[in-house]
């Protein structure tokens, strides 16, 4: 008789759900860890949909002072194995639940109203404080006020510490804080220009409840990204952050190899345990290796079908402000990292100040490598507290992600005729068209600087190529005959064509003549170092040379 297996939780959160409906990975260790740790304050900062949310939900859960026995949600899983000290904590703490994941809006006053919605259900939630003889009338009016959604922003300041303490006068115990993506509002201001109120708000919500406040028995927060002290934590020196590059709870978000494994055992798919790897692995906290488990959970659930799941969560506003400024920077290091085991080594900034990431010196590297699109996998903590890091891009999903958010930034730029226009023309090996296109795209995207480097063109091109993704597979910097082409096309069907790119910058002084001259070296390099070595080993017959030179906005190009 075949076994009924439990359903995955795709896209719930509701952990005593999970606990009665859906097969659940057990990571109530966590529970014990915080105890033995003896936190008071702590920040989780992990990439979106690694589980943050449902952890904060297992929490409540577990430390919550209800009417209804929720010790039954625990008896099976192992924080009840650890012993009698960690048992009689179940069920013994007021809990102050606040999630900020859906504060989403375009403009600071729709925001605020999410926000004061949020305080007010969460006020609603705790009526025996209106009821209660411990609490004085004062704040049973201030109560009314935040129920009612008609106090004042002063007043919505200082809610969590004001709730924090009614609590604990009604209970006689120090409530438990917890905050689920507190940095979406922060995020939400960045992207729509009103940061400046949303950081003053959250600086004075979460410092009057969290700095020295008596009445918090521990608080626990989660984010993408830790903000830095001087934006949204002044004061709250007490505060501890966990981040991907810490050890101590690296092994609570997101899946592990272990569990990984028990999953495919359970569902019967354990042959697809390579696919689930190269796809969706390749993450590294702290010292613990981890997989996506959005990804995994998804991948599984619908019949093994390996494409990018977690790419479809969000629209990456950030990763757009961060891969559309068109710089060498930028794209030398996306060059590195796109290339087959590319690598680059980068000190790494735990702490984000994100006015700082439209500005020049950004320090993209750091913000991908929080937020889930780099991994580290070399790190040396260095005398001033910065971690030197080697990084590289985790998985084929995340590979897949790269192509399409430059593709999809190439569009908005440019329209999706030029990027369309230079597939048909290097395929047809219309060079006309190619140098009318590259030309066109050069003037609508690029500042002008004078001395670019070839690495920055060579970045610039095979972000335009990844559109190839799906007929080829692309290859960049590898040996072929004599030498190391930088880039070539490798025809995925039989019958259509392969193609070889050699990229050289010229000078800004440069006329029109001299740089069809450098087009010409580069194109004579392609054939004097026989570049199409591999490619004729792998049977294709058709292999379109290009030799393209680039003096700041002007490309000249030579062809077969």
């Known amino acids: 008789m075949q076994q009924t297996r439990l359903p995955l939780p795709v896209g719930t959160t509701d952990f005593k759900r999970i606990c009665r409906e859906n097969y659940y990975v057990d990571k109530t260790l966590l529970i014990k860890d915080l105890l033995d740790e003896k936190v008071s304050n702590i920040l989780f900062t992990r990439p979106r949909r690694f589980g943050k949310t449902l952890n904060m939900d297992m929490l409540r859960t577990f430390f919550e002072k209800t009417d ?31 999630s900020l994941k859906d504060i989403k809006a375009q403009d600071w006053e729709t925001a605020y109203e999410l926000l004061k919605m949020i305080i007010s259900s969460e006020y609603a939630r705790h009526p025996e404080l209106q009821a209660g003889n411990e ?18 922003k002063a007043d919505y300041m200082l809610s969590l510490q004001i709730l924090s303490r009614m609590l604990y006068q009604y209970y006689k115990k120090a409530p438990v804080i917890i905050i689920d993506e507190y940095d979406t509002p922060i995020q939400e201001g960045f992207v729509n220009n009103y940061y400046n109120e949303a950081i003053r708000f959250i600086r004075n919500f979460f410092s009057a409840a969290l700095k020295d406040n ?6 626990i927060m989660t984010g993408i990204l830790r903000v830095a002290k001087e934006s949204i934590f002044s004061g709250l020196n007490n505060i501890r952050v966990d981040s991907v590059l810490d050890d101590t709870f690296s ?19 354990t042959e697809k345990l390579a696919e689930i790897k190269s796809w969706y692995d390749g993450y590294r906290f702290g010292s613990t290796e981890i997989y996506n488990p959005w990804s995994v959970i998804n991948y599984i659930s619908s019949s093994c079908k390996a494409i990018p799941y977690w790419s479809q969560t969000s629209e990456n506003t950030i990763i757009h402000e961060i891969l559309k400024k068109y710089n060498e920077a930028t794209y030398r290091n996306l060059h590195e990292l796109l290339k087959e085991n590319g690598q680059v080594s980068s000190v790494i900034k735990t702490n984000i100040i994100y006015p700082e990431l439209k500005g020049p010196q950004t320090d993209i590297l750091g913000f991908l490598l929080m937020t889930g699109y780099l991994k580290a996998t070399e790190m040396i903590l260095n005398e001033d507290g910065e971690h030197l890091c080697r990084l590289n891009i985790p998985n084929k999903e995340i590979r897949t992600i790269y192509r399409k958010e430059i593709i999809s930034l190439l569009i908005a730029e ?4 030029t990027v369309t226009d230079l597939r048909d023309a290097l395929l047809n090996k219309d060079s006309a068209v190619i140098k009318e296109t590259l030309g066109r795209f050069m003037m609508q995207t690029i500042s002008y600087y004078d001395g670019l480097r070839e690495s920055y063109y060579h970045g610039l091109m095979l972000g335009l190529i990844t559109i190839f993704e799906y007929t080829h597979f692309i290859r960049s910097n590898r040996e072929s005959g004599t030498g190391r082409y930088d880039i070539q096309l490798i025809p995925k069907n039989a019958g259509m064509p ?17 740089l069809s001259k450098l087009a010409q070296v580069a194109f004579d390099q392609i054939e004097e170092k026989k570049y199409d070595t591999e490619l004729r080993s792998l049977g294709v017959s058709v292999i379109h040379k290009y030799g393209i030179a680039f003096a700041n906005k002007r490309v000249e190009l030579k062809t077969n």
């Open 214 to 219: 008596p009445y918090i028995t521990m608080s």
């Open 68 to 98: 209804v026995d929720t010790s039954s949600y625990f008896k099976d899983k192992a924080i009840w194995q650890q012993g009698e000290s960690y048992r009689q904590q179940q069920g013994q703490y007021p809990v102050i639940f606040l």
């Open 251 to 269: 092994a609570y978000f997101g899946f592990t190899e272990g569990e990984v494994k028990i999953i495919t055992q359970y569902y019967n798919v």
């Open 135 to 152: 609490i004085s009338q004062q704040d049973k009016d201030f109560y009314e006020k935040i129920v009612n959604k008609n106090a004042n």
């Open 498 to 514: 392969g193609i070889i790119i050699e990229i050289k910058a010229g000078e800004a002084k440069d006329d029109d003549c001299a």
């Open 414 to 417: 440019v329209g999706d005729m």
